[in-house]
């Protein structure tokens, strides 16, 4: 069963800005544009009568911002939402609002086809447990899914997925995902006390490991070891974590 057309409301005060994502939107022949809102209040009226399936929602706009429309909107018949704005610092803020993505503005082309990726497996998504038989849903995850970061003048979103290790920098944490490596503000206890124990292992005062990551640990003198990463990342393995390293991967 495919899914039906991802019908499109643009909420903007700026007429460029509205024209910007439309020319994005042209190679996505499964969005139809119903609707283009310079403000929040338009908004409103617009969704009521239209029942968009997707915003493309500004922030900042005169009277009422893209945070405060939301707020209003009841959260199990609202519309898609991604947050399409030139200012990076409210990424967090807008995951916090169940945002599926957030572009800057201007608006590149490669990033725009990510963020409607998203949107495309959530629609699909949508309609395929539609049409499937109902089942309980499994209660959301407590620990954190994705994590916000500073880098350079933008706000970059990184699944905790993505992560590979974690060291400690008094109060910032080095963070490394693939070849990318960021410091974010925050120690690495309180960081710790939000990711997935079952997913994130300690074996240092310092140093946390994503066990996914963990391809080999290789014994040294005096009880300490060395934890070898898929990437050939090497870590020290200090004796104080080495019981619990033992059992979250299985060593006799």
Request: proline fraction near 6%; charged fraction near 25%.
């Amino acid at each position: 069963m495919s899914a039906p057309p991802i019908r499109t409301l643009l909420v903007d005060d700026e007429v460029l800005a509205r024209l910007a994502i439309r020319q994005a939107l042209a190679s996505h022949p499964d969005v139809e544009i119903v609707g283009e809102c310079g403000n929040a209040i338009e908004a409103q009226q617009a969704i009521r009568a239209l029942d968009p399936d997707l915003l493309f929602l500004d922030i900042r706009m005169p009277g009422m911002d893209g945070f405060k429309l939301l707020h209003g909107l009841k959260r199990d018949t609202a519309p898609m939402v991604v947050f399409a704005t030139a200012f990076g610092q409210h990424a967090l803020r807008a995951f916090d609002a169940d945002a599926l993505d957030y572009v800057l503005k201007p608006i590149d082309q490669e990033r725009f086809d990510q963020a409607m990726t998203r949107v495309r497996r959530h629609w699909q998504g949508m309609h395929t447990a539609s049409a499937a038989p109902r089942a309980a849903a499994p209660p959301p995850s407590p620990y954190l899914q994705r994590l916000s970061v500073q880098h350079g003048e933008h706000i970059r979103v990184i699944p905790v997925d993505d992560i590979d290790w974690l060291r400690a920098d008094g109060n910032y944490v080095h963070i490394r995902a693939g070849a990318a490596s960021y410091l974010h503000r925050e120690s690495l206890r309180q960081l710790l006390a939000s990711l997935d124990p079952s997913r994130f292992l300690r074996i240092h005062r310092g140093i946390v490991v994503n066990v996914e990551r963990i391809r080999e640990v290789h014994p040294l003198f005096q009880g300490s070891a060395e934890v070898v990463l898929r990437d050939g990342t090497r870590l020290n393995l200090s004796r104080r974590f080495r019981m619990q390293a033992r059992r979250a991967l299985g060593m006799a």
